[in-house]
Protein backbone atom coordinates (compact mmCIF):
# COMPACT_ATOMS: atom_id res chain seq x y z
CA UNK A 1 0.00 0.00 0.00
CA UNK A 2 1.76 3.38 -0.83
CA UNK A 3 1.80 4.78 2.29
CA UNK A 4 1.23 8.39 1.43
CA UNK A 5 -2.54 7.63 0.99
CA UNK A 6 -3.04 7.21 3.84
CA UNK A 7 -4.04 10.72 5.34
CA UNK A 8 -4.86 12.51 8.80
CA UNK A 9 -7.19 15.41 9.19
CA UNK A 10 -5.46 18.59 8.03
CA UNK A 11 -3.26 20.80 9.88
CA UNK A 12 -0.46 22.70 9.04
CA UNK A 13 2.69 24.35 10.78
CA UNK A 14 3.94 27.25 9.52
CA UNK A 15 7.59 28.05 10.56
CA UNK A 16 10.12 31.36 10.49
CA UNK A 17 13.45 32.33 12.50
CA UNK A 18 11.94 30.15 15.50
CA UNK A 19 7.99 31.28 15.04
CA UNK A 20 5.78 28.74 14.69
CA UNK A 21 2.04 28.85 14.06
CA UNK A 22 -0.22 25.93 13.95
CA UNK A 23 -3.27 26.23 11.47
CA UNK A 24 -5.77 23.99 12.72
CA UNK A 25 -6.54 21.51 15.84
CA UNK A 26 -7.65 18.34 13.39
CA UNK A 27 -8.33 15.12 15.87
CA UNK A 28 -5.22 13.55 14.51
CA UNK A 29 -3.06 17.17 16.38
CA UNK A 30 -1.77 14.58 19.11
CA UNK A 31 0.08 11.78 16.56
CA UNK A 32 0.97 14.73 14.31
CA UNK A 33 2.44 16.88 16.69
CA UNK A 34 4.49 13.75 18.24
CA UNK A 35 5.00 12.76 14.31
CA UNK A 36 6.71 16.11 13.78
CA UNK A 37 8.47 16.93 17.35
CA UNK A 38 6.59 19.34 17.96
CA UNK A 39 5.90 20.28 21.39
CA UNK A 40 5.45 24.47 21.52
CA UNK A 41 3.60 26.51 18.92
CA UNK A 42 3.52 30.52 19.22
CA UNK A 43 0.08 31.47 17.83
CA UNK A 44 -2.64 28.43 16.79
CA UNK A 45 -5.11 29.92 13.99
CA UNK A 46 -8.48 28.36 13.02
CA UNK A 47 -9.47 28.31 9.68
CA UNK A 48 -13.28 27.25 10.57
CA UNK A 49 -15.60 25.32 13.32
CA UNK A 50 -16.33 22.02 11.58
CA UNK A 51 -14.92 18.82 13.30
CA UNK A 52 -12.14 17.87 11.37
CA UNK A 53 -10.15 21.18 11.59
CA UNK A 54 -10.81 21.92 15.49
CA UNK A 55 -12.10 18.83 17.39
CA UNK A 56 -8.80 17.92 18.20
CA UNK A 57 -8.18 21.09 20.72
CA UNK A 58 -7.61 19.17 23.70
CA UNK A 59 -4.40 17.93 22.58
CA UNK A 60 -3.54 22.18 23.01
CA UNK A 61 -3.39 21.39 26.71
CA UNK A 62 -0.21 19.88 25.90
CA UNK A 63 1.54 23.03 24.78
CA UNK A 64 0.07 25.19 26.91
CA UNK A 65 1.76 22.70 29.97
CA UNK A 66 5.16 23.02 27.69
CA UNK A 67 4.65 27.08 27.56
CA UNK A 68 3.75 27.52 30.84
CA UNK A 69 0.73 29.64 30.28
CA UNK A 70 -2.23 29.54 27.31
CA UNK A 71 -1.61 29.86 23.82
CA UNK A 72 -2.76 32.58 21.75
CA UNK A 73 -5.47 31.58 19.22
CA UNK A 74 -6.97 33.24 16.64
CA UNK A 75 -10.53 32.79 14.36
CA UNK A 76 -12.83 35.00 13.08
CA UNK A 77 -16.09 36.05 15.05
CA UNK A 78 -18.53 33.69 14.04
CA UNK A 79 -16.06 30.81 14.70
CA UNK A 80 -15.14 32.07 18.19
CA UNK A 81 -18.26 31.92 19.01
CA UNK A 82 -18.72 28.69 18.01
CA UNK A 83 -15.19 27.05 19.23
CA UNK A 84 -15.93 29.02 22.63
CA UNK A 85 -19.27 27.57 23.04
CA UNK A 86 -18.72 24.04 22.13
CA UNK A 87 -15.19 24.02 23.86
CA UNK A 88 -15.77 26.33 26.61
CA UNK A 89 -13.20 24.55 29.29
CA UNK A 90 -10.65 25.10 26.30
CA UNK A 91 -10.79 28.79 26.73
CA UNK A 92 -12.88 29.81 30.26
CA UNK A 93 -11.20 27.05 32.36
CA UNK A 94 -13.36 24.41 34.37
CA UNK A 95 -13.68 22.64 37.92
CA UNK A 96 -9.84 23.83 38.67
CA UNK A 97 -8.57 23.81 35.43
CA UNK A 98 -7.14 26.89 33.47
CA UNK A 99 -7.59 27.97 30.14
CA UNK A 100 -5.37 26.52 27.55
CA UNK A 101 -6.44 28.90 25.14
CA UNK A 102 -6.50 32.82 25.15
CA UNK A 103 -8.97 33.33 22.49
CA UNK A 104 -7.67 36.74 19.97
CA UNK A 105 -10.20 37.64 16.79
CA UNK A 106 -8.19 37.42 13.75
CA UNK A 107 -7.92 40.76 11.98
CA UNK A 108 -7.66 41.09 8.27
CA UNK A 109 -3.87 42.14 8.53
CA UNK A 110 -1.55 40.72 11.64
CA UNK A 111 1.99 40.05 12.32
CA UNK A 112 3.42 37.21 14.54
CA UNK A 113 7.07 37.17 14.87
CA UNK A 114 8.55 38.04 11.57
CA UNK A 115 5.70 36.36 9.85
CA UNK A 116 2.83 38.58 7.75
CA UNK A 117 0.12 37.57 7.91
CA UNK A 118 -3.37 38.53 5.38
CA UNK A 119 -6.87 37.15 5.77
CA UNK A 120 -9.41 36.57 3.20
CA UNK A 121 -12.87 35.72 3.90
CA UNK A 122 -13.79 32.23 2.25
CA UNK A 123 -17.47 30.83 1.03
CA UNK A 124 -17.52 27.25 2.85
CA UNK A 125 -21.24 26.02 2.15
CA UNK A 126 -23.21 27.46 4.69
CA UNK A 127 -20.20 29.68 6.29
CA UNK A 128 -17.17 31.57 6.09
CA UNK A 129 -13.38 29.88 5.89
CA UNK A 130 -10.36 32.01 6.41
CA UNK A 131 -7.89 31.80 4.09
CA UNK A 132 -4.61 32.86 4.55
CA UNK A 133 -1.61 34.48 3.14
CA UNK A 134 2.21 33.89 4.86
CA UNK A 135 5.03 36.12 4.47
CA UNK A 136 8.38 36.31 5.40
CA UNK A 137 11.68 37.75 4.22
CA UNK A 138 10.05 38.48 0.41
CA UNK A 139 8.53 34.79 0.50
CA UNK A 140 4.74 34.32 0.82
CA UNK A 141 2.69 30.89 1.08
CA UNK A 142 -0.92 30.73 0.35
CA UNK A 143 -3.44 28.37 2.63
CA UNK A 144 -6.94 27.70 1.06
CA UNK A 145 -9.01 24.96 2.29
CA UNK A 146 -12.36 24.66 2.65
CA UNK A 147 -14.36 26.75 0.25
CA UNK A 148 -16.24 26.14 -3.22
CA UNK A 149 -15.75 29.59 -4.87
CA UNK A 150 -13.02 31.68 -5.38
CA UNK A 151 -14.03 34.95 -5.21
CA UNK A 152 -12.21 38.67 -5.93
CA UNK A 153 -10.65 39.31 -3.04
CA UNK A 154 -9.53 35.67 -2.79
CA UNK A 155 -7.77 35.58 -6.27
CA UNK A 156 -5.62 39.08 -5.19
CA UNK A 157 -5.14 37.53 -1.76
CA UNK A 158 -3.40 34.16 -4.02
CA UNK A 159 -1.58 35.81 -6.36
CA UNK A 160 1.92 35.66 -6.76
CA UNK A 161 2.84 32.76 -4.52
CA UNK A 162 6.09 30.95 -3.76
CA UNK A 163 3.37 28.37 -2.48
CA UNK A 164 -0.37 27.42 -2.99
CA UNK A 165 -1.58 25.14 -0.32
CA UNK A 166 -4.72 24.40 -1.49
CA UNK A 167 -7.83 22.07 -1.13
CA UNK A 168 -8.49 19.77 -4.00
CA UNK A 169 -11.03 17.25 -2.58
CA UNK A 170 -11.81 14.96 -5.42
CA UNK A 171 -12.32 14.84 -9.30
CA UNK A 172 -15.83 14.83 -9.31
CA UNK A 173 -17.58 18.13 -8.14
CA UNK A 174 -18.87 18.68 -4.46
CA UNK A 175 -20.87 21.40 -3.24
CA UNK A 176 -18.94 23.28 -0.81
CA UNK A 177 -14.88 22.16 -1.76
CA UNK A 178 -13.15 22.50 -4.61
CA UNK A 179 -12.33 19.60 -7.38
CA UNK A 180 -9.32 19.11 -8.93
CA UNK A 181 -9.92 20.12 -12.46
CA UNK A 182 -11.43 23.32 -11.00
CA UNK A 183 -8.13 23.87 -8.77
CA UNK A 184 -5.83 23.11 -12.05
CA UNK A 185 -7.92 26.01 -13.69
CA UNK A 186 -7.28 28.44 -10.75
CA UNK A 187 -3.43 27.72 -10.77
CA UNK A 188 -3.30 28.73 -14.42
CA UNK A 189 -4.81 31.68 -14.15
CA UNK A 190 -3.19 32.76 -10.51
CA UNK A 191 0.30 31.14 -11.59
CA UNK A 192 2.14 30.14 -8.68
CA UNK A 193 5.80 29.44 -8.30
CA UNK A 194 4.67 25.22 -6.53
CA UNK A 195 1.33 24.19 -5.92
CA UNK A 196 0.40 21.35 -2.87
CA UNK A 197 -3.00 19.55 -3.03
CA UNK A 198 -4.63 19.06 0.38
CA UNK A 199 -7.86 17.64 2.18
CA UNK A 200 -8.14 15.15 -0.48
CA UNK A 201 -10.13 12.44 -0.08
CA UNK A 202 -9.78 8.27 -0.30
CA UNK A 203 -11.01 8.54 -3.93
CA UNK A 204 -7.23 10.68 -4.62
CA UNK A 205 -4.51 7.79 -5.57
CA UNK A 206 -0.97 9.40 -4.96
CA UNK A 207 0.91 7.74 -7.49
CA UNK A 208 -1.62 8.43 -9.88
CA UNK A 209 -2.16 12.11 -9.27
CA UNK A 210 1.90 12.41 -9.27
CA UNK A 211 1.65 10.91 -13.31
CA UNK A 212 -1.65 13.01 -14.04
CA UNK A 213 -0.84 16.73 -12.28
CA UNK A 214 1.27 19.12 -14.73
CA UNK A 215 4.64 19.92 -13.48
CA UNK A 216 4.73 22.48 -10.10
CA UNK A 217 1.30 20.83 -8.43
CA UNK A 218 2.11 17.85 -6.71
CA UNK A 219 -0.48 15.98 -4.35
CA UNK A 220 0.06 16.79 -0.66
CA UNK A 221 1.07 13.96 2.31
CA UNK A 222 1.28 13.45 5.78
CA UNK A 223 4.77 14.77 6.79
CA UNK A 224 5.17 17.20 3.82
CA UNK A 225 7.87 20.07 4.22
CA UNK A 226 8.38 22.80 2.35
CA UNK A 227 11.43 25.06 2.96
CA UNK A 228 11.41 28.69 1.06
Given amino acids: MEP ?3 RLR ?3 LVEHEGTRILLDTSPDLREQLLAADIDRVDAI ?4 DHADHCHGIDDVRQIFHALGRPVVGFARAA ?3 VLSDRFAYVFRGRAGYPSTVEAQPLPDRLRIGGIEIEVVDQPHGSIQSAGLR ?5 HSVGYATDFHELTSDMRSLYTDLDLWIVDALRYAPHPTHPDVPTVLQWVDD ?3 IRT ?3 HMDQSMDYATLVAALPPGVEPGYDGMEFAL
Fill in 4 to 6: RNR
Fill in 10 to 12: SSL
Fill in 45 to 48: IWTH
Fill in 79 to 81: TLD
Fill in 134 to 138: FTANG
Fill in 190 to 192: LRP
Fill in 196 to 198: ALV
